[in-house]
């Protein structure tokens, strides 16, 4: 690994972490749902125009199409749909920390339905995560945390593993900005419909919700996206999610310099656990590759 790959891994990490901060500003000012199916809208119209740029077209694989539709749902609608909700009532930090398991998960996931093996490191990886989990969890149940939020982020982790083992290799074929911009639109879509049903629009207008809207809009929805890509096409899909371990340390931080979180020393040690856990898992999945 170049270092190159380090730095564009680092950036990814940072940037995937920040977006639950942002996320947290704007569901303080805005509804949740809408907002989100704003920012799809527009970051889906984006990818598209790039892709046609870049001469990418319609006709995607039948896997492309399937990572499209599934990726819209699960990702877009439910993953982030459900982390917006729930940072309303929840530190932006916890659900960044909650969100940061989606590599154990998927290790699990993989292990148990799809006979992947993971040897004893990757196993001893998924019992720390799980550890790391207990430890920050029964730290903020003494602090009064809201089941709600936590419940929704939860499945929000599910819906993403299960997107994530569902389109495996959907990454060939080319067209990737294509399948990028058109999955974000499903999003928008299913978002944008669920929060005009469901929500009042009332708007808190000022220069910090449009800064959070168009940083959530660009850095972590678009830039994101393109720098992973990349680091996957540059070094593997198994060793540029080694960069996950250091979400759940970037998204504490993070809430903590901008929101003004409190930093825990119960969070503190679970967050190193569940990097560890995520680390071994990863580097066991990458050896096993």
């Given at each position: 690994m170049d270092i190159r790959a380090i730095l564009m891994g680092l950036g990814f990490a940072l940037m995937w972490s920040s977006a639950f901060t942002s996320a947290r500003i704007i569901v303080s000012a805005a509804p949740p749902l809408t907002s989100l199916g704003l920012r799809f809208l527009i970051s889906g119209l984006i990818?598209?125009?790039?892709?046609?740029?870049?001469?990418?077209?319609?006709?995607?694989?039948?896997?492309?199409?399937?990572?499209t539709i599934i990726f819209g749902i699960c990702q877009n609608a439910l993953y982030l749909g459900l982390n917006f909700?729930?940072?309303?009532?929840?530190?932006a930090s916890l659900a960044a920390i909650i969100a940061s398991t989606v590599p154990l998960l998927v290790g699990l996931l993989?292990?148990?339905?799809?006979?992947?093996?993971?040897?004893?490191?990757?196993?001893?990886?998924?019992?720390a995560g799980l550890a790391g989990v207990v430890i920050i969890m029964g730290a903020r149940l003494q602090g009064g945390m809201d089941l709600y939020g936590v419940s929704l982020c939860a499945i929000a982790v599910f819906a993403l593993a299960f997107a994530t083992l569902s389109v495996r290799g959907a990454a060939s074929g080319g067209n990737f900005m294509m399948v990028v911009g058109l999955q974000m639109i499903v999003g928008s879509v299913l978002a944008g419909i669920a929060g005009l049903?469901?929500?009042?629009?009332?708007?808190e207008w000022s220069l910090r919700l449009v800064l959070a809207f168009l940083y959530t809009t660009f850095i972590p929805g678009l830039a994101a996206t393109l720098v992973w890509f990349l680091l996957v096409e540059r070094i593997g899909a198994t060793r540029a999610a080694t960069f996950h371990f250091l979400n759940p340390f970037f998204g504490v931080v993070i809430a903590a310099v901008l929101l003004n979180e409190a930093l825990r020393l119960g969070d503190l040690i679970g967050v190193l656990v569940i990097m560890g856990g995520i680390l071994a898992v990863q580097l066991s999945r990458q050896r096993r590759v």
């Open positions: 990818g598209i125009t790039i892709a046609l740029i870049l001469g990418q077209t319609w006709r995607l694989t039948r896997a492309q199409w399937r990572a909700v729930a940072v309303q009532t929840i530190e993989s292990w148990a339905l799809h006979g992947e093996r993971l040897g004893k490191v990757g196993i001893f990886g998924l019992f049903a469901t929500e009042p629009f009332v708007v």
